[in-house]
């Protein structure tokens, strides 16, 4: 008799363990899950995320963290990954760029950089995200002075001739990435900016079209 019941609480608590276990959506248990891999959200694109680590600002030209070899990481989103934040299940639309997350992922991730890997799970650590950015391509123009300093100009890709080139300001990393790209007139350039209420954007981001 008392082998059937230690046999009985044996079951029970295995039963326990494997809900407790699943109570998240991910198996405690399970032998595919590292992680976690902790970071901002750099881009979203695609059913996937692009996750740098060591960065306090997702503002940054890509040259600076990619020359730093900070850690980054391509993780695809599916169905199955479970997304939380504060402890509830969201859907994915409740990513955004700039949050800071842990990723909880496959065992193996491709050794490219940035690596690539399947998340299983995603914890939103800081739902605060970074202010809304534009992603655009032209020709680089040259550079105009007037009160507001030294622009930027470029010519927007797609518009019509008659159409101004536009002026843009740019941050003090783009100002040393742009030194080094040595730009000549009418090179392809593609850019990130943001809003700025002095100039057509502020420029974050900016790198040559290599053809």
């Known amino acids: 008799m008392t082998k059937k ?12 363990m494997a809900v407790s276990g699943c109570a998240d959506g991910v198996p405690e248990d399970n032998e595919d899950m590292a992680g976690p891999i902790s970071g901002l959200i750099y881009t979203i694109e695609d059913s996937r995320i692009l996750v740098i680590g060591g960065i306090d600002d997702v503002n940054i030209p890509q040259e600076k963290w990619f020359e730093s070899g900070n850690r980054a990481v391509y ?17 994915a639309e409740r990513l955004a760029r700039g949050q800071a997350v842990d990723v909880f992922h496959e065992g193996f991730l491709a ?36 009160g507001e300093g030294e622009l930027l100009e470029i010519k927007i890709s797609g518009v019509p001739d008659e159409i101004p080139s536009k002026l843009f300001k740019i ?10 790209l040595e730009l000549e007139p009418e090179e392809d350039i593609i850019f990130r900016y943001l809003p700025d209420s002095e100039s057509d954007g502020l420029i974050f981001d900016l790198s040559r079209i290599v053809n």
């Open 75 to 91: 993780f695809s989103i599916t169905d199955e990954t479970v997304i939380e934040v504060n402890g509830e299940t969201v859907s």
């Open 5 to 16: 019941i230690l046999l009985f609480a044996a079951m029970i608590l295995a039963a326990f």
């Open 111 to 146: 050794e490219s950089y940035p690596e690539q890997g399947g998340a299983l799970k995603i914890v939103i650590v800081n739902a605060d995200a970074a202010g809304e950015y534009n992603t655009d391509s032209g020709k680089y123009i040259g550079i105009t002075v007037n």
């Open 171 to 180: 941050t003090d990393e783009v100002r040393e990435v742009f030194a080094g």
